[in-house]
């Protein structure tokens, strides 16, 4: 498996800067903590399988209110960059936090998907930040939950 | 003045930490006992919400909390301090939310942490959406013992969020002292 084209123009790099912000202008908040690009990160690649090619969505570090937005938007921009035949996968194995609006992300994203009858897989490891909020609120039978990118495009050719 | 919630919603001041217990206000805290406590208040501003999670996590670190234990707690707070900034103060300008936590001895010698989520907005019975009704407060309740949503029982304003975690074993003697001071947020 290898990253054969990450999408032009540094995709993910313009997703962060277009839907970025969930304060607004109020940067009173500076000094509090980090801005949302620190608390999360999130790029697209395309990745080839043995016999499939996905869009991948990586994700990583914290998705709550404030920047659960980047990844509706990042995922909604990955769908629009689908060739026929390609999956997409969010990989949030380097998430370290994942709450209630992230979780009603996942939800709406997997019944976008359904919708258009394109394969979406999600990709969580065994560690406890995402899986035991999934988990908490049975949405690992709505999900289709996957350990490694590697397993969701197996399950996707 | 809003109206009264039903009477198992409302928390009773008995159940909230007690200042005697926090040791505040007032005379010199040593440092043992101020690592006991947790004050935050924080402009309700989704940006805080990450802030106050790593805030619970140090402070939890500082007492060698369970680290499964840990993070339910730290996803609880973060779902209550999340709900306050969302709606809390929707149709008023945004005060603060503040998270003010205390640690317990039960009586077979395990302990406990409460953490009081509180805003002075308008108060709100029940989630106002059905995504938190759907997914906030399950989260909250699944990841304690008790989650308790009533009116400050002080006449203000506001809804406070009581969060009563499970107990869990004293700290080994000796462990990481000082390891909460160490966390490079």
């Known amino acids: 498996m290898g990253v054969v084209a990450a999408a032009p123009g540094g995709?993910?790099?313009?997703?962060?800067?277009?839907a970025g912000g969930g304060a607004g202008g109020d940067r009173a908040g500076a000094d509090l903590g980090p801005a949302d690009e620190q608390l999360v990160r999130i790029e697209t690649a395309r990745v080839a399988g043995a016999n499939s090619e996905a869009l991948v969505v990586t994700v990583a570090g914290e998705i709550d209110l404030y920047t659960v937005g980047r990844l509706r938007a990042a995922v909604a921009a990955g769908f629009d960059q689908l060739r026929d035949g390609e999956g997409l996968v969010i990989d949030l194995t380097e998430v370290t936090f994942l709450s209630s609006q992230g979780l009603q992300a996942l939800v709406d994203v997997t019944l976008a998907a359904q919708r258009r009858r394109q394969p979406l897989q999600i990709v969580v490891d065994h560690t406890r930040p995402v899986i035991r909020p999934v988990e908490v609120t049975g949405l690992d039978d709505v999900l289709a939950l996957f350990n490694t990118v590697e397993d969701a495009l197996h399950a996707a050719s | 003045m809003p109206p009264s919630g039903s009477p198992e919603t409302i928390v009773p001041p008995t159940r909230l930490p007690a200042r005697s217990?926090?040791?505040?206000?007032?005379?010199?805290?040593?440092?043992?006992?101020?690592?006991?406590?947790?004050r935050l208040a924080l402009p309700a501003d989704p940006i805080v919400i990450s802030v106050a999670r790593h805030q619970v996590q140090r402070w939890l670190v500082g007492l060698s909390w369970p680290p499964d234990q840990l993070e339910d707690i730290v996803l609880a707070v973060s779902e209550a301090v999340s709900n306050a900034v969302e709606y809390a103060?929707?149709?008023?300008?945004?005060?603060?939310v503040e998270v003010h936590g205390g640690v317990e001895e039960t009586?077979?010698?395990?302990?406990r942490v409460t953490v009081v989520v509180r805003d002075h907005g308008r108060w709100r019975p029940a989630p106002a959406d059905t995504e938190n009704r759907r997914r906030g407060?399950?989260?909250?309740?699944?990841?304690?013992?008790?989650?308790?949503?009533?009116?400050?029982?002080d006449g203000r304003a506001g809804t406070w969020v009581v969060l009563r975690s499970r107990a869990v074993p004293p700290p080994v003697v000796g462990a990481s002292d000082h390891r909460g001071d160490d966390q490079p947020y």
Request: proline share 9%; net charge negative.
């Open chain 2, 107 to 111: 009586p077979d010698e395990q302990r």
């Open chain 2, 21 to 38: 217990e926090t040791g505040l206000p007032g005379g010199a805290v040593n440092r043992s006992e101020s690592r006991r406590l947790l």
């Open chain 2, 89 to 96: 103060y929707l149709d008023q300008p945004r005060d603060v």
């Open chain 1, 11 to 18: 995709y993910g790099a313009e997703v962060q800067e277009s």
């Open chain 2, 137 to 153: 407060i399950p989260l909250m309740r699944a990841c304690m013992d008790t989650v308790t949503i009533g009116q400050p029982d």
